[in-house]
């Protein structure tokens, strides 16, 4: 039987074949994860990657090996590694993931600590949050870890997505959390109804913000080859021929559901953030973009109210 040393040598050997992941540096990490990965999926038992350099020496389980192995072969073809592993951790949680989500990514990270570091200043603090896009979770499930009386309404088209996300929600917030409708999942029919699965729930309570992470690629854009491949086009991509389609929704409808002074947090694709931003400033809502790590426009914040109201 190997040992890990073995195993992991076995995983780095077979994604040395791919020369992308070679000219990046991604070998050793990626086979050190998919080996963690491997373990606790054959086994139940959770390996930090601490664990694993403190038993290098130790055997690893014939199952694991083999599945390791069919592991690191899917991921030199192309296969995104977090669909592989099956998590992705996020800020201050673990999420499950897969092929019917957008994989959780650091320009998301920036929208929530925006949204957050605007709401934690507010005087009494957010009681209702609407949330368009639910996916695997990561914005409503963070916001309520974050906020304890707050609560989260969310809509959804995809209803592998909405069992996702409800999934993550049920393990990191418990299911005694969603049951008081701090978390509600209303099924859209059609892709271009946004604010269908609010409109009832708002007829006698406004929300505080809205937030939303929409689809706005185009087929123009130019998109990697992995998330091209692999990743949910119904989350990547706004309608087409409308690349601004969700932005000028909620930008004209937003005012129905949300109160005076409520806010708009929203993940921008920064070729068009002008654009975007412009299309609120007409509609009589104050704009902030704000910049990402990379100095460019990704996310707007946008309030009805003026902004020391």
Known sequence: MKNFHEALLDSRSILRRNPEWVSRGWVDLEAELLLCAAYRQMTGVSLS???LFLQMQDPYPQKAWDYLLELSEQRAQGKILQHLTGFQVFLDHEYEVGPDVLVPRPETELL???ASNTLSSMKYGPILGLEIGLGSGIISIELLSQFPQLK?????LSPAARARGLKNAYKILGEDRLLLNHLTILPV???LEVFCPFEGEM???KADFLISNPPYLSSHDLVDS?????EPHQALYAPEGDSLYFYRVIAEEAVKVLKSNAFVFIELPHNRALLIAELFEKRGWRVKIQKDLAGLDRILIARLGAWNG
């Open 49 to 51: 990657r601490i664990q």
């Open 112 to 114: 929530l600590e925006y």
């Open 152 to 156: 989260m309404i969310a809509s959804e």
């Open 189 to 191: 029919q059609d892709p």
């Open 203 to 205: 007829l006698q309570l």
């Open 226 to 230: 992995e998330v091209f491949n692999y």
